[in-house]
């Protein structure tokens, strides 16, 4: 869910601080959102530097979490299969 706060500011054209100001969100959320703060920060960086293919950087920040590839590759196939399965379910497709 993080991640996809992450992106507010962009579906808005807002500044990502402005968006997340009137939500009653978590400060361990906001951290991650606004400054990368945390577990949930560090792992938000995580997923965006493999989003950018920075691959060198994600193995650093794989180690330093203490997070194995096969786990990381894991979550990366989860995340897309629960999106996979949102969009489906947001354009009214059943899920096969």
């Given at each position: 869910?993080?991640?996809?706060?992450?992106?507010?500011?962009?579906?808005?054209?807002l500044?990502?601080?402005?968006?997340?100001?009137?939500?009653?969100?978590?400060?361990?959320?906001?951290?991650?959102?606004?400054?990368?703060?945390?577990?949930?920060?560090?792992?938000?960086?995580?997923?965006?530097?493999?989003?950018?293919?920075?691959?060198?950087?994600?193995?650093?920040?794989?180690?330093?979490?203490?997070?194995?590839?096969?786990?990381?590759?894991?979550?990366?196939?989860?995340?897309?299969?629960?999106?996979?399965?949102a969009?489906?379910?947001?354009?009214?497709?059943?899920?096969?």
């Amino acid at each position: 869910m993080t991640g996809l706060f992450s992106l507010l500011g962009v579906l808005f054209g807002l500044p990502l601080g402005e968006v997340l100001a009137p939500l009653a969100l978590a400060e361990a959320v906001q951290a991650a959102l606004l400054r990368r703060e945390g577990e949930l920060g560090a792992l938000l960086a995580l997923f965006e530097a493999a989003e950018r293919g920075e691959w060198d950087n994600v193995a650093v920040r794989l180690d330093v979490l203490q997070l194995s590839h096969q786990d990381f590759n894991a979550a990366m196939l989860e995340a897309a299969g629960w999106m996979h399965v949102a969009l489906r379910e947001t354009c009214g497709q059943p899920n096969a």
